[in-house]
């Protein structure tokens, strides 16, 4: 490999009196005495050699060529280097200043040689020729592998490639190259992974299809970088999306209304909502070609709400169901995906006694469900079970009882190295006005740790904002049996908490006025983060607005955006290579609806 001098040297024609030399290689082992040139710059005519670096075993040798009155020679200087030819990935810097010369290798401590001759301040490099890896003869070729190679005039580079004297490398190797062990195979050259031929796209956003496969597109409006895969647009570099407005993206039409909704993916197989129905039979939806299409359908009996989880590489759905089956059987299944069929299969039934609610969670490898008992017959004040799953059966078991009234969800989440649960308690057979409890796991057991006055709770949601964590409770009613029915007791305030690290305790943060609230759901886009609450009821109507709120600091959650829903139950959030969404689905229809978050 050979290149004129001249393509280098355009405007001047003299070698820099001051440079560094860089240059990452993977030399071969070598026997003694041996010495290999990773370049030379040899004049054309004589053959002389102008500037060389070649190294042995042991040493570097750095060799110019000097001129004086006297006439010319060939001056080398020597840097001993006793751990160059370890067969390993090695970055050298040589350093050339006056009569100063320097060698560090992989940031380490330099090597400081002052000759009694100077680099030559006119050393001319016309009708000269680069040859890397050799010295335009077959003795002294360079047999190993060069990462880089690498001229930079000025002053010594080293601290500029080292932020640390100890470090292990200066520039690192791409993880793919190390694996690569210098030999072809399969009689093809050595291919390079990180060099191609990149084609981008400017202007507003271009379509993807096979034409354009493989190409980038920048968007300078929003400073993102996108690849063309298949027919997507995929992020590579990420714009700074702000969420601009919302708009109705699709309506999912379901077997009756729905009480819950579950969002997840399964490797290979990809992303699915699954929808808890009011009447026998619930779907599960898959996501093709940019929306939700029917999948399969699951026998339920009033089915409250779903939840996936896994343990190891099986794939679950459990689903809560509320009312007993034609043969009054209460019992609510898990399924378990077969990779056979691509389909969910029935895997265990579990008694639960109007389950409004499954929570799946891991402490210390160990695997566990809660199901939400809300009530047995007419009584509210019911135990609600965890489940730990067991490896030699493969099958959940009763681990813990909980006393609950008129349960409604369970809530996991860890601070630490601690592990808390905490229960929305919905009635206690007179009145919404109840403490739903967090525990945390001390000793072998769930412990109560904290009690919250809670108002017909629904929904609890945990979230993290930078090191603060939040607590957020959705009241939906404010009743007692001794009290008149009023159509304002539906519009109660629902609480956000925070933890108070010092005090070991969640205190309240703010307070949203919100219309018979069933479920909250936080999301974020971009750097902004969002809470969407599901207003379900006002007293008087079902069509409500549910609200977003966006994080403002220390002006907490401020109402944002405001969406017309009808009898919404319950939020979800999801993303795709092609953009974020929210889905909600409804206790009063048998419409779900899909809604995409434009960014602007």
Known sequence: MSFPASKIFVRCDLFPEEFSIVVTLKPPSLPPKKNEYLFSVVAEGPDALLLGLRYSPTRVHFLFLREDAAGAWQTRVTFRSPALTDSQWHTLVLAVTEDSFSLTMDCGVPVDITADVRFPATLSMQGARFFIGSRRRTKGLFTGLVRQLVLLPGSDATAQLCPCRNADIILSIPPVLQGLTGRPEDNEVLKYPYETNVKMTLGPRPPCTKVEDAQFWFDASRKGLYLCVGSEWVSVLAAKEKLDYVEEYQSLHTNSETLGLEVFVIPEAGLFVATANRKATSAIYKWMDGKFASYQN???????????????????????????????????????????????????????????????????????????????????????????????????????????????????????????????????????????????????????????????????????????????????????????????????????????????????????????????????????????????????????????????????????????????????????????????????????????????
Request: proline share 3%.
């Open 298 to 600: 699951i026998p339920t009996q009033q089915a409250q709400s779903w939840r996936h989880f896994t343990i190891g590489r099986k794939v679950f759905l459990a689903v809560a169901n509320f009312d007993p089956n034609e043969k009054g059987q209460e019992f609510s299944v898990i399924y378990k995906w077969s990779q056979r069929k691509l389909r969910f299969t029935p895997y265990q039934r579990v008694p639960t006694h109007s389950a409004r609610d499954w929570e799946a969670f891991e402490m210390a490898g160990e695997h566990f469900l809660a199901v939400a008992n809300h009530r047995e017959g007419d009584n509210h004040n019911i135990n609600s079970v965890i489940y730990k799953w067991n490896p030699r059966t493969r099958l959940f078991e009763p681990n813990q009882t909980i006393a609950t009234c008129g349960a409604y969800d369970w809530e996991f989440f860890t601070v630490g190295p601690y592990s808390f649960l905490v229960v929305a308690n919905a009635f206690n057979g007179t009145s919404t006005k109840v403490q739903s409890h967090l525990y945390v796991w001390l000793l072998g057991s769930f412990q109560l740790f904290q009690s919250f006055l809670t108002f017909g709770a629904a929904d609890w949601e945990v979230f993290r904002i930078g090191d603060r964590i939040f607590l957020a409770v959705a009241n939906s009613h404010s009743y007692d049996v001794e009290m008149q029915v009023q159509n304002d007791s539906y519009v109660i305030n629902s609480v956000i908490y925070e933890l108070n690290v010092t005090a070991q305790t969640f205190v309240k943060f703010q307070e949203i006025t919100t219309c018979s609230a069933l479920d909250w759901e936080f999301f974020s886009v971009g750097e902004d983060y969002f809470l969407v609450v599901a207003n379900s009821f006002d007293g008087n109507t079902f069509l409500v607005n549910s609200i977003i709120y966006r994080w403002q600091g220390y002006e907490g959650f401020v109402a944002v955006h405001s969406l017309p829903t009808f009898g919404c139950r319950d939020w979800e959030a999801f993303r795709t290579t092609a953009g974020s969404y929210l889905v909600y689905s409804s206790a009063k229809e048998p419409l779900s609806r899909v809604l995409r978050l434009r960014t602007g």
